[in-house]
């Protein structure tokens, strides 16, 4: 048997196919009591959320309006996947067989409600996009025959599609393959395990030239590169003690990490992080929180799963897995504020630089879109 990949379990997951995604609630060691007290008006209104900062009105900070999106498009089921601008979304086409399998990736225009088409997916493909940013898109593709997985790039100016690297043969297995992938200066920065035979013995930064096409190792033992101050950084393990850190690439900055972090984002300037908090005492379910790194703050806890956590220099954001309001936090006013008052729902965020997309999943009735505006 093979050994675990040393990695830290940083799931920075791409969101992909997430207004389709069944909306179970983990079931494993989640609560079914509230922490909390509730975050908004009304005896009979309990949230998961206990909130440690202010709640906030709306109005003259965030504008929210309804988007309306056609059921199918080539007679396939549509869904928003990223933010590429203020007024255009990556979108993906699938079918249900009976899961989802996405067929198409193309570009829906909000101005004139047009979509069209940027590149389909081969059969026996699965796709996860990563990223879409400077134009490109940056997407896994993995065979379901033979697992393999390589990392693609689709450049939306020119069509060009490209394949970056094939991964090692137990990528897909290990835990890396969760692992962040950034878009920086000129290069797409990844990350891949090395073996020693049938053994996983380390991780890998690689950097990718987009010009030139050649692939580099960039700096061996470390992964999960992440933007911080429009600086690469990556994470690295000290082999002496075990525990992880957050390096810059001029090695002059270290942010020690807690074991008990799952989830990792940056803000621009400020990291935040989604923290396993342990078992509540009373109830034995674990309880999440989501952490400012830098200023070692606590700006929520959550009584039930959250993942999916989000960041720009507006706005942190975190799936759900219990029906809620939609409500995000606001970090120039250190604030939250509740999008929409009436819609109790699953809630996915995808942020762009100025408007972010909240899509609002249910247990019986279809998948509603929001975008919303920073002020």
């Not at 790194?293 to 929520?300: A, G, K, Q």
Request: charged residues 20%; aromatic residues 10%.
């Amino acid at each position: 048997m093979k050994k675990g990949t040393p990695t830290l379990a940083l799931f920075l997951l791409a969101i992909f196919l997430c207004s389709c995604q069944s909306a179970n609630i983990p079931d494993s060691n989640m609560p079914d009591n509230d922490v909390s007290t509730p975050y908004n008006q009304g005896a009979e209104s309990k949230s998961i959320y206990q909130l440690n900062k202010p709640v906030i009105e709306l109005e003259g900070h965030v504008e929210i309006e309804p988007l309306i999106f056609p059921d199918k498009i080539n007679n396939m089921k549509t869904a928003v996947s990223n933010v590429i601008s203020n007024t255009q979304l990556l979108m993906i086409l699938y079918e249900e067989n009976p899961l989802p399998i996405i067929k198409e990736v193309g570009v829906y225009d909000l101005n004139n409600q047009k979509y069209s088409h940027s590149f389909s997916v081969p059969e026996n493909k699965t796709i996860a996009i990563v990223s879409v940013t400077n134009g490109l898109i940056v997407y896994k593709e993995i065979d379901n025959l033979t697992n393999n997985a390589s990392l693609n790039c689709y450049d939306l100016k020119t069509g060009e599609n490209s394949e970056i690297y094939v991964f090692s043969p137990e990528y897909s297995s290990s835990s890396v393959s969760y692992n962040s992938i950034v878009n920086y200066n000129g290069k797409i920065y990844f990350d891949d395990i090395v073996s020693d035979g049938d053994d996983v013995i380390g991780v890998n930064l690689l950097a990718w030239d987009i010009k030139t096409k050649s692939i580099d190792l960039y700096k061996p033992n470390s992964q999960n590169p992440i933007l911080l101050n429009s600086e690469l950084m990556y994470i690295s393990k000290n082999q002496k003690t075990g525990l992880y850190f957050i390096e810059s690439s001029q090695h002059e900055k270290i942010i020690q990490l807690s074991e008990r972090i799952s989830v990792l984002a940056s803000a621009t300037d400020e990291l935040y992080s989604i923290n396993n908090n342990g078992n509540d005492p009373q109830t034995m379910r674990t309880i999440w929180s989501v952490n400012s790194l830098l200023e070692d703050e606590e700006i929520l806890l959550a009584s039930n799963a959250i993942d999916l956590l989000v960041a720009n220099q507006f706005v942190v954001a975190w799936r759900n897995f219990t029906p809620e309001k939609p409500i995000i936090y606001l970090r120039n006013l250190d604030s939250f504020t509740i999008l929409l008052e009436n819609e109790i729902a699953y809630n996915t965020y995808l942020l762009g630089d100025k408007s972010g997309i909240l899509i609002c999943s249910h247990d019986n009735t279809p998948t509603t879109y929001y975008r919303f505006t920073y002020s």
